[in-house]
């Protein structure tokens, strides 16, 4: 691919002359039968000159040992071997630095190599241009955003190889810290994302060799024991497995399956000695039973090699681990359990079939081939179906299969969600197509509520702007800004939409509030009294079903306040006009006439000497109410206080009642209860329903209906388009409370009522 004699051969030494020499061979080996000879000369002549022009100089300081040109070339091999990359993403490698140093431009590329190579080039530039945010890269979103701004996962995984490559060569490439510094971005970044991808030999790699070089010292204890007891470790896995296999023939006799061993990674075992000493490890070997079985008997199977070995061995109950019943979220289904082996040594033996093992090694890609099994959502779907195109690179045939397949699982990726970029440089996760405002209520909602406009990459833009992958945003605020009920069609996060119908909730709620004092202060102007029941008769007759909507109307100006006001005197006077109106009802005779004192109904009786209030439910014609002072209970003696507000009824030992006696004795009247006071019993109803403006009506109607029970006070309040009301009865018969709590209970917009005190 590149000839070392073209270029000066003082530039090499004879081993890196090798080395060249044994990739390009490789690389020219794979490329050959995909491209064509004058594509093949053009690529050999750019890298000549490009090595010639200083492209390939190193772009970090700390590498000093391998030249750059052998590390593209070595990636390239990488990508092939071990990934299975096709030519595309091989001569985007090798033209990486000419193209980005500008030797070469992306008409040069497109007329030699095709659309392909020039799109991966300039993916790659742009997540070069991401990975240069140092801010972001701390950010736990990182590895989803690189994932969604590549638009082609082959970027990602050259970006992996890459280093993969620097971590395998890090002694040679860096300096002590250096290496630190790799270690630590790839343990956070890289080796999560082939975790996801489900390159699992790459991953495990990958902490090991982050390990080495974080923790060397203890690395090198690992390391060491497992080399100390290789041989011994050896002949215990060799023995263990004949001995099972015997009982396994013997028992499984129409079942094909496979055992192995294995040692665990250094990485895991070092996470074991963080609880436990190497010695107390149960895994750090493992036995694995693969058996090849048709889906349908997977469980049945298992689950009878699990007996099959806890026969001969005794297992550790809290070392089972049932990942076939219940699978883990990346797919894994495997059955685990340890068990005491010979020489009372625990291991770990791990039961699977051949479906389960190819997706325990191969990753989500592999579970999502299955058909019929249950598969992960969303972005492991996504990178499940990426990895299976990628693998379908070696047949030149899929390659059309393999386009659409990247095709659909990006559209799937973009239906997801988008990363965008804070003023400060963090990122920010929103659902594909947020706007400027969805972005707002992320930040806080607070700014979301107060926001105008915007800026996207420095432009002015409006709240309605959409947002892409990459995006650096800002918003700008205003004090006088609120929230807008057609804010609801520009937002698509389902956190703004719940945040902006709660603001514009409050803020009718507050509308409400003002609306009510208005048409109160209305009603006072003219000099009307405020009467709640006829008020309530209006809103009906105009339609109304709750207070709160009358109110709501009449905050946007819906309502004639001037045609409801005269409404309202006339219902008022039509209520004074009834009273005064003596009843009708059928001829009597005079000598039949007998008058009988309505019961509970005794007017104030007032002479020269003495004025007595008779306290009952029927009263009418008088406005009294309890103190709050003492708060009389029926039974109690009391007096009565003429106020301007009607009377106030105190208990004859109110701590009050010498100062009103001394100061204002010719406001004293007698009062006393109606009733016989030794029978009855106050008790207290709550009852809660609908908000609708019938319902106190009919409850108190229910009370007063009810013969041996006396309706002594009630408050009433709405809230959330709920009634609240608190009733406080005589009661002088259970049954009869028995009764009205049940016709309560079945009234109309009645949720519930029970007594607050027996």
């Not at 991808?197 to 982050?210: R, V």
């Not at 895994?283 to 090849?292: K, Q």
């Not at 609801?488 to 009718?508: F, G, N, T």
Request: with cysteine; proline share 4%.
């Amino acid at each position: 691919m590149v000839s070392v004699a073209a270029v000066s051969p003082s530039m090499f030494s004879p081993s890196q002359e090798l080395q060249i020499y044994s990739s390009s061979r490789y690389l020219l080996g794979v490329l050959q039968p995909r491209l064509d000879r004058a594509c093949r000369l053009q690529v050999r002549d750019w890298l000549v000159e490009a090595v010639r022009a200083g492209s390939f100089s190193p772009e970090d300081e700390g590498l000093h040992s391998i030249p750059d040109l052998i590390v593209q070339l070595d990636v390239a091999c990488l990508i092939c071997r071990e990934l299975g990359l096709n030519a595309h993403s091989i001569l985007s490698v090798l033209l990486y630095r000419p193209f980005c140093s500008g030797l070469i431009t992306a008409s040069d590329v497109s007329a030699v190599c095709g659309e392909e190579v020039v799109r991966l080039l300039q993916l790659l530039m742009r997540t070069s241009e991401l990975y240069m945010r140092k801010e972001a890269i701390s950010s736990e979103n990182f590895h989803n955003l690189l994932i969604s701004m590549a638009e082609d996962m082959r970027v990602v995984l050259i970006i992996i190889a890459y280093r993969l490559y620097l971590l395998r060569h890090a002694s040679k490439i860096y300096t002590g810290e250096g290496r630190k510094a790799l270690a630590l971005e790839v343990s956070f970044l890289y080796a999560p994302i082939a975790h996801r991808l489900g390159l699992y030999k790459i991953k495990g790699e990958m902490e090991d060799l982050c390990l080495k070089y974080l923790q060397p010292k203890i690395y090198g204890f690992i390391t060491r024991k497992l080399r100390e007891t290789k041989d011994v470790r050896d002949a215990y896995i060799a023995e263990f497995i004949r001995i099972v296999r015997e009982s396994l023939e013997k028992n499984l006799q129409d079942v094909p399956f496979e055992m192995k061993g294995r040692v665990k990674s250094v990485s895991s075992i070092s996470n074991k000695l963080k609880k436990l000493p190497f010695e107390d490890i149960y895994d750090v070997f493992a036995i694995r039973i693969i058996v090849d079985v048709p889906l349908e008997r997977e469980r049945q199977v298992c689950w009878q090699i699990y007996s099959i070995v806890t026969d001969m061995y005794r297992p550790n109950p809290e070392r089972l681990k049932d990942w076939i019943s219940i699978p883990k979220s990346n797919g894994y289904e495997s059955l685990h359990t340890t068990v005491l082996g010979p020489e009372n040594r625990w291991v770990e033996v791990q039961i699977r079939t051949k479906r389960m093992d190819v997706v325990a090694e191969r990753g989500v890609a592999a579970h999502w081939r299955y058909k019929g099994i249950r598969s992960e959502h969303g972005l492991d779907d996504f990178l499940a179906s990426v990895r299976e195109a990628l693998e379908a690179v070696r047949d030149t045939s899929q390659e059309d299969e393999k386009r659409q397949t990247l095709e659909s699982s990006l559209l799937t990726l973009k239906a997801r969600e988008i990363y965008v970029f804070t003023p400060k440089g963090e990122i920010m996760k929103l659902p594909q197509g947020a706007t400027l405002l969805d972005f707002a209520f992320t930040i806080h909602s607070r700014v979301g509520a107060r926001a105008i406009s915007g800026k996207v990459n420095g432009k002015n833009v409006s709240l309605r702007h959409q947002l892409k992958n990459g995006d650096n945003v800002e918003i700008l605020t205003s004090p006088q800004q609120s929230p807008k009920p057609g804010w609801l069609s520009i937002v698509v996060s389902p956190k703004a939409k719940a945040k902006i119908r709660q603001l514009l909730r409050a803020e009718e709620e507050a509308g409400i509030g003002v609306a009510k004092e208005m048409i109160q202060r209305r009603i006072k102007n003219r000099k009307l009294p405020f009467d709640e029941a006829a008020f309530i008769r209006i809103t009906l007759r105009k339609g109304y079903k709750t207070l709160s909507d009358f109110y709501r109307d009449l905050t946007h100006s819906k309502v004639d306040v001037q045609e409801f006001l005269n409404l309202y005197e006339q219902e008022l006077h039509a209520c004074s006009a009834q009273e005064v109106q003596p009843a009708v009802g059928a001829s009597r005779s005079a000598e039949s006439l007998v008058y009988n004192e309505p019961e509970g109904e005794s007017p104030v009786v007032s002479s020269s000497t003495s004025e007595v209030l008779i306290l009952d439910r029927g009263l009418s014609g008088v406005a009294y109410s309890l103190a709050q002072c003492c708060q009389p209970v029926y039974g109690d003696e009391v007096f009565g206080l003429v106020t301007s507000r009607g009377i106030k009824v105190h208990r004859t030992n109110c701590p009050n009642a010498p100062d009103m006696f001394a100061h204002s004795p010719h406001k004293i009247i007698g009062a006393r209860w109606n009733g016989d006071e030794g029978h009855a019993q106050v008790m207290s109803l709550e009852v809660v329903g609908r908000d609708e403006l019938a319902i106190a009506t009919n409850i108190t109607s229910l009370i007063r209906k009810e013969e041996g029970i006396k309706l002594r006070s009630y408050a009433i309040h709405s809230e959330d388009g709920l009634f609240h009301g608190a009733f406080v009865l005589y009661v002088e018969r259970r049954e009869a409370l028995t009764l009205l709590l049940k016709k309560i209970r079945g009234a109309s917009g009645v949720k519930y009522a029970e007594l607050l005190n027996h």
